[in-house]
């Protein structure tokens, strides 16, 4: 079942009906200002930071879902009054309908003949949201409406706004002035900024006290000012500052209004702060201009046209054409959205994440690199340098460090052992795309320790050797806290209720062993033996190191029909067909192949076929089976899910494109391409009522075949999910692979596919890409033939014609 | 203008409209299962610690204000429904009354021709709540009801709870068996405890996920099933779990029915937790019983009546006959009530403390302690050696610490200068109190530190040195991060936005001292030289120390018309007539006179004098004046807060009783009597419009004349003022005042009373007091005159007669 359509044209997806099985969600703001906006207008903004800098207020969770937002309401001379975004009034629209586009959402309706449709998005380079109603009275008379606007401000820390109660009901601050509405709590003390909440026409009224808003005990779905048609004037001390605008429009029939709405957030000058000086009247000065262009409707209709070439310049970087509509729908819009969106937000802010917990993951961040890096490679080499700056001079690795001060966070700790070397490979993808080997000899420090710095190199050195000096009885790497899978805690025993698995003081004297960290560590050897061979620098000793620990995998990480998982504290196998639960894991399968290990020998097939058997679903590749009945102390986190959801048997969605990787490694695309389109949300669009998350997005979760409700998904929008299924489509079922050398093509195409075309931008040039099924293989670059499948180097600004034959 | 009426005789406060100012609350529980439950039964349960052991889910300063609660809700066959407690349907009924009573809520009120009457309460030496609703019929036709129950689960800590939905959305689990919904979430793991929700009636049905209940986008205004008439039997996988019973009533006319439910949270020993063991269900065996019993009639009135005699026990301890009404309610119920609860919960969980955020303080508990040590004497001991073993070596305090773990919080720190010395003060109450002094003998440690352990004599000696070891230019005390006021924080210099004042780290090479510790100092070296005198121990040590730092205070304390509140870190006076702002304070006011300071010479009637000239309001004595019009970076977050609210120039009531008791000090029953009645909430009741808060307990803060909202409370009942307003008004006006040598009759009554009459239990004997007017004084014990005015030691048993004559 469906709830709406894609409209690729216009990069939308159209939402037909307000009543989603939950709230589907779209990002505004690319830089530095953002927000998140479901389908009925709910959510909230920030400004850089999501739980320090809330500019609003929202409660997740809460019934009803999704309240709390960027409401309208328009009210009628009779009294009647509805939301045109169908929260919070849920009145029951004549119509309605819901376009999520590339950082905007545009919301319509109509209802007793007034149709209204707002767009909301917030322009480049401002700091603010902009709304733009859009009235047309389609009756055959005239008709005058009230508009009453509704936002409640958030007072900037977002966990303390949620708990702090005895101090923030008495802070709240308002201002009212030349009809601008500003929220400056804490701005008297050691704030320097504020919100502010415009309009474009002159105001009726306005409030800034909720509860005069609202009217006592009362929600957003009959507010007493809009019911009786008048704002109060309220100015807010303390309890919960709000914004509300009221104006008055007369629409003749036919006739369209705009009205517009800038919501923003403004810093002002340490030193200029108040304006008189010595006054606690907020300096206006400066934000005024920037209020008063967002308000002119020309500037607006500039603004939405400058996003959309700026996503048009981004999407730029690669446009496919094959026979699949879900593949080239997600390839050309959504799953590129979904990697920018992801490398803005890490994991801070979605439906599923309330902003107030996490830091940028080390590991996280490095992955995310692989969705985004041929987008914008300058903001992957800075985020690079951020990332490679909190290694320990062990090697390790904070596991998080925090956006604003980009320091390590003491709190979650270290010892993820996978973590550095995620490193080498976010590395490695930067300089294969951008083909700037002059980050490796950028100073960086450890731990930011002024004084501590060495090359970016030397740290992928001394990622390479963290893990060779914690190898294990086996000689397989120790997994430390956890490797990828951060719910194998296999060194923590924990039987405390409620206690952190990943930060609790770990066991000592275990032998924990992961073979997923082998795998990744044949991998990242052979990137950095590539890189290192470039570099005419020494590699052997880095091949010698891959070489061996594929023979290490081979004979300790290798259970007959697959890869082991593990082994725990003491020894016992993880992932084997001598356990009773958890006998099979896919992340071994997934990393050991795209290491390279069992390639040749076979065993690499042999793996990918029992995955094929024990754990593929027609909803995605479930993470393990069997689930695991029961908590486990010497297991941890895994086993503390209810079977078939996330670790323990859910499809965790992050993995499986290693296996349509795998697949293609061995040459297998009718596999790989099988498995891409069972988690493909699009393809899975006509399945919504069960799959519920947003079909234009990668959920991280779908519960696995355990679960009582098989094929719902969970935690949508920010996964590494999206960067590494964009990977596997079009690096390596595609085949468009950028490489130290330069851009491979090398398909690994369904057999029932004839070709595709692709545009794809490179170091500068631009390659129009043919690849077509015929008798003979060849490669032919501006109609010459080449050898091998790496195309030679084109000069930046060129354009080249690259046609395959298959 | 009144929302409700005392019905003192039931000990009760009676509210006549749902729709109060704000949410107006009481408690449930008194020993380790707790609930807040307000007039339209919204709040949250929990066991122990509302952080940690939440058993359902509330969310604060949501719209409607106080939704989540224990609803109920009854419809009749032409599918109309209501909820008896107004909330959450908001229904118009045809009459309402709720009655908060001590430690329990009955909700009553009529719709249709039927009434209901719900009564919550936590039996005795239970772990759960029982809800009994009373339903009558009073239409003359019979009438077929079908009953709803609602109530939604928290999956245990209550922060991760509101913000880790990633995780959360997939661990909830329930069962159900027999007729009981059993909330299981994390039991599979390392969780021994779980929460069930039981009905006495056979089922119609049941819902344990929230969306089948509710429905998609709705809340509890109008829960899809109850519209429909029809549970749908849901079981939870993830997501919310939910519980409620649906049952089917038939009243005849004028027939009365009752049902129960029980809400309530149990712990299975580890090794016993599934039945059978193996599997992964709960082992209901222990539980079952329970359940049973508390669901039976007779139990439920037999444990309801056991509820009222320990309230009666409780308050036994001092009743009084007063002139005044609003005196005679406040000590004899409503504020012996408050202090219990104010024991019980601390600082944790109530409309304004969301339970996630603080521990006991160390200076708050020894403060509480002054309330309820003549209730339980037994329990009191035990708080203070708890406190006292999380002293440091230096003498100093951790600010605060953990109520489950009963250590220091290291979070929160140490080096509030003034904790040490009210660990004096506590321990000289409970010893005057009790006559217990072999507390002094008892070895504590320090930091919990095993081989620590010195008697807490020893303790309270370092106390004293902390001070006298951490002395300033002008030989006044350091004041460290802060002294009483958390919020003049003199060596903070904070300029980062939302930083903590009490926990950033503080500069160094200041010379901050405060003259409030100055004062407090004075007073507990004499409290301490008392007991070291009774203990035959030198005293003249203290005494000497106690005179020395008088006169300092009269030195540099002493600013001409009040006592100075500080010097700042550069030896800037605070709180002189040389300021612009902040020119007198409270604080120092009180103090310094209850330690005896200027009695002698005058100085403090002075000082009282200017309180009354420039602080006291007719809504209660502000705590300084002028507030400061902006942030100063030098003072901290009392300057934070807008002109009028909070530390900056609110009426902060905990302080008021200290100038009453100053009053007293001098002999001013007038003046005391007057400052005591203009912030007892009983004589506010006619003002509820104007205060907000409940009539019945005491307000942290009422805004003072700065604010907009002058006269406005906030932050009702978990408030030292509590316990400092009962010993104001108890041991100093009415002056029934326990010492180390017995209890001391020394009232200093307003002019206007002719004498009053009271009954006090005082180490095991009760005195029956009466006190009046005559013309001359006189002291007769059981007829017989006595000199002075402490009353010679009663066996324990005994009944005493005492009458004083003025």
């Given at each position: 079942m469906r709830f709406g359509h894609f409209d690729d044209d216009r990069r939308e997806y159209v939402i037909h009906r307000p009543d989603t099985p939950l709230p589907w969600i779209n990002y505004l703001g690319t830089e530095a200002y953002f927000g998140i906006i479901s389908n009925t207008a709910g959510g909230y903004s920030f400004y850089r930071d999501a739980r320090l800098r809330r500019l609003t207020r929202y409660r997740y969770n809460n019934a009803p879902f999704d309240l709390g937002g960027r409401y309208l309401y328009l009210r009628t001379a009779d009294?009647?009054?509805?939301?045109?975004?169908?929260?919070?009034?849920?009145?029951?629209?004549?119509?309605?309908?819901?376009?999520?586009?590339?950082?905007?959402?545009?919301?319509?309706?109509?209802?007793?003949?007034?149709?209204?449709?707002?767009?909301?998005?917030?322009?480049?380079?401002?700091?603010?949201?902009?709304?733009?109603?859009?009235?047309?009275?389609?009756?055959?008379?005239?008709?005058?409406?009230?508009?009453?606007?509704?936002?409640?401000?958030?007072?900037?820390?977002?966990?303390?706004?949620?708990?702090?109660?005895?101090?923030?009901?008495?802070?709240?601050?308002?201002?009212?002035?030349?009809?601008?509405?500003?929220?400056?709590?804490?701005?008297?003390?050691?704030?320097?900024?504020?919100?502010?909440?415009?309009?474009?026409?002159?105001?009726?009224?306005?409030?800034?006290?909720?509860?005069?808003?609202?009217?006592?005990?009362?929600?957003?779905?009959?507010?007493?000012?809009?019911?009786?048609?008048?704002?109060?004037?309220?100015?807010?001390?303390?309890?919960?500052?709000?914004?509300?605008?009221?104006?008055?429009?007369?629409?003749?029939?036919?006739?369209?209004?705009?009205?517009?709405?800038?919501?923003?957030?403004?810093?002002?000058?340490?030193?200029?702060?108040?304006?008189?000086?010595?006054?606690?009247?907020?300096?206006?000065?400066?934000?005024?201009?920037?209020?008063?262009?967002?308000?002119?409707?020309?500037?607006?209709?500039?603004?939405?046209?400058?996003?959309?070439?700026?996503?048009?310049?981004?999407?730029?970087?690669?446009?496919?054409?094959?026979?699949?509509?879900?593949?080239?729908?997600?390839?050309?819009?959504w799953n590129a959205y979904q990697n920018m969106v992801t490398f803005n937000m890490s994991r801070s802010t979605s439906f599923y994440e309330s902003g107030i917990g996490r830091g940028m993951g080390f590991r996280d961040s490095n992955q995310d690199l692989l969705g985004f890096v041929h987008m914008i490679p300058e903001r992957a080499r800075e985020r690079i340098l951020d990332i490679a700056a909190t290694q320990l001079p062990t090697g390790g690795a904070y596991h998080q460090y925090q956006p604003l001060t980009k320091r390590g966070n003491n709190d979650i700790g270290s010892g993820f052992n996978d973590d550095p070397l995620w490193l080498i490979l976010g590395v490695a993808a930067y300089i294969k795309e951008s083909g700037d080997w002059s980050i490796l000899e950028e100073p960086v420090p450890y731990d930011n320790q002024p004084g501590s710095e060495e090359s970016l190199y030397g740290h992928l050195q001394r990622s390479l050797r963290y893990t060779l000096e914690r190898l294990g009885p086996h000689g397989l790497p120790l997994i430390g806290r956890a490797d990828w899978n951060d719910c194998l805690n296999l060194n923590c025993f924990s039987d405390t209720p409620g206690e952190a698995f990943q930060t609790t003081e770990n066991a000592s004297g275990g032998v924990a062993e992961s073979v997923f960290i082998a795998g990744q560590f044949v991998l990242a050897a052979r990137e950095l033996a590539g890189i290192a061979l470039c570099l005419g620098r020494p590699a052997q000793e880095y091949l010698d190191a891959a070489e061996k620990m594929a023979g290490t995998i081979a004979e300790h990480g290798w259970d007959g029909a697959w890869f082991r998982r593990a082994y725990d504290f003491r020894g016992n196998v993880i992932g084997s067909a001598s356990n009773d639960e958890g006998q099979i894991f896919i992340e071994p399968q997934g990393m050991c192949v795209m290491g390279g290990v069992g390639v040749e020998d076979g065993t690499a097939v042999t793996a990918l076929a029992s995955v094929r058997e024990r754990l593929a679903t027609p909803h995605g590749i479930i993470l393990q089976q069997p689930a695991y009945s029961s908590y486990r102390l010497e297991l941890g986190e895994i086993s503390s899910y209810p079977p078939g959801y996330k670790e323990n048997g859910g499809i965790f969605c992050h993995t499986n494109p290693w296996l349509m990787i795998a697949e293609a490694i061995v040459g297998n695309g009718d596999g790989a391409f099988d498995y891409y389109k069972r988690i493909n949300p699009s393809a899975r669009e006509a399945l919504s009522e069960v799959h519920r998350c947003e079909p234009y997005v990668y959920a991280q979760m779908i519960a696995g075949r355990d679960a009582p409700t098989h094929g719902e998904a969970k935690n949508s929008w920010l996964t590494g999910t999206a960067a590494w299924n964009y990977a596997a489509i079009t690096q390596w079922i595609l085949g468009i692979r950028p490489e130290l050398e330069g851009l491979r093509l090398a398909p690994v195409l369904p057999s029932g596919w004839p070709g595709f075309t692709a545009v794809r931008r490179f170091r500068g040039a631009t390659y129009h890409i043919t690849v077509e099924r015929g008798g003979s293989r060849s490669l032919l670059v501006d109609g010459a033939p080449i050898d091998g499948d790496v195309l030679p180097a084109a000069p930046a600004g060129t354009e080249v014609t690259v046609t395959l034959t298959l």
């Open positions: 009294g009647e009054f509805w939301s045109p975004t169908w929260q919070p009034t849920q009145t029951e629209l004549d119509d309605y309908e819901c376009r999520h586009g590339l950082s905007y959402t545009r919301i319509g309706s109509r209802y007793r003949g007034i149709r209204a449709e707002t767009l909301y998005f917030v322009p480049l380079g401002e700091t603010l949201e902009v709304w733009r109603l859009k009235l047309t009275n389609e009756q055959q008379s005239a008709v005058e409406l009230s508009v009453f606007s509704s936002i409640e401000f958030c007072l900037w820390d977002a966990q303390d706004d949620a708990t702090n109660f005895q101090r923030n009901f008495s802070t709240g601050q308002v201002e009212v002035a030349d009809g601008v509405i500003y929220h400056k709590t804490e701005y008297r003390e050691r704030r320097d900024h504020f919100a502010y909440f415009a309009c474009s026409e002159p105001l009726e009224g306005f409030d800034t006290a909720r509860e005069s808003f609202l009217g006592p005990y009362r929600s957003w779905d009959r507010p007493v000012v809009v019911q009786q048609g008048e704002s109060t004037g309220s100015i807010a001390h303390g309890w919960q500052p709000h914004g509300s605008h009221h104006v008055k429009v007369t629409l003749q029939p036919g006739e369209t209004r705009e009205i517009g709405f800038v919501l923003g957030y403004w810093e002002n000058p340490r030193d200029a702060k108040f304006d008189p000086p010595g006054s606690q009247t907020v300096d206006k000065r400066l934000v005024r201009p920037v209020i008063e262009r967002w308000l002119r409707q020309e500037c607006v209709d500039e603004g939405f046209a400058a996003l959309g070439r700026r996503w048009d310049e981004l999407l730029g970087g690669l446009q496919v054409d094959t026979p699949d509509g879900d593949t080239n729908r997600m390839v050309n819009i």
